[in-house]
C-alpha cells in the first residue's frame, strides 16, 4: 500500500479523494490549507472525514490565507458555505493536532525519509512554507502529485485562465513548482476529460455505504452549481490526482514539460504557463497527466464509496 500525506481543502471532491485515500492506501496525515472555504471549515471537515472513515489519522491546521494577496474569490458557491454542501454535519469527534500544517510535513518527511508521497489537492501554502522552512523537502518525498493548473488555459476561476488552486494562491504555486524537480500534475482540463456519468454515479451511491451516503449528501450543492451551469457529469478534480497519487500505472500518457506560473499578468495571474515548444530551456518540472485508465478509476472510487 502506498503510503501519502495529503494537503487539502475539503471541499467535496477533496472529500472524495480522502474516502478513496483511505480505502486504497496508507494515510500519514492530512494537512489542511484555506481554500473552497476558510480554514475554520476545511479543517473541520477533515476531521469528519477521519471521523467517517474510522481512521486514527492525524489532521493538521494550515496557514489560513494565501502567502501574498488575499484572493477575490473563493469556491463557497460550489461546495457550500461550509465546504460541505451545508447540511449541518453535527461537530465532529476528531480534532487537529497542535502542530502546524508545515511543521508537520517537515516533520513527517523526516520519520519516513523517501518514503511516502504528497498529495496536494489544495492551494499550495502550506507546501510552500514548508518549502522555504526547509529547500531539502524535495528529497526526503517519493513522489509529488499537484491537482492544479489548466495547461490548455480554460480554467475554472473568474480570471479566465486560471484553475482554482493555483490561482488562489499563485506564489505558493511558482514556490512549489520552482523547488520539486519533478511533479505529477493532474490539471482542470484532465477533470474535465475524466468526469464520471451522473447516472452511474448515483448507482454507485445507491450501491454504496455510510461513506456513500455521506457523499450524497455533500454533493448536493455541486450538482446543483453544476446544472445551473448547463453541465451534467460528476467533475472529480481531486479524485482524479489521488487515482494518480494512488497507483501511478493507471496513466496511459503523459507530457513531460516545464510548468511555471504567471505571477502579475493583467488579464493571468495564476496561470500555469506550459512551455510546451521548449522555448525556455529549462528541465521539465512537471508529467503533465494526459490520459489514464477511466475504468481502474471508476473501479477505485466505486470501491471507496463501499458500492460493489
Ligand atoms: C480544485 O479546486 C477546488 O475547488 C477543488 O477541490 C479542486 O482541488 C479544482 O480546481
Ligand atoms: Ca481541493
Redesign the pocket.
Known sequence: KPKLLIDT?P????ALAILMAHAHADVVGLSVAA??VGLAHTVRNACTLVDLVGAATPVFAGCPSPLVRMPEED?AF??GSDGFGDIGFPAPKAAAEDEAAALAILRLTREYPGQFTLVA??PLTNLALALRLDPSLPQRVARLVV??GAVTGLG?TGKVPA???VGFDPEAAHVVFEAFPHFDLVD?EA?LRYAFDEDTFDRWLAAGDARAEFFGKVFGTARTFNRSRGRRGVIA??ALAMAVAIDPSIVTRSESRHVAVELDGRLTRGATVVDWAGRLQRPANANIVMELDADRFAAMVRRALGAP
Do not use: P
Open positions: 481543502d471541499g467535496v471532491d477533496d481554500g473552497n469556491a460550489v461546495h489537492l489544495a491537482m492544479g475554472n484553475e482554482f488552486n482542470w477533470t478534480a481531486d
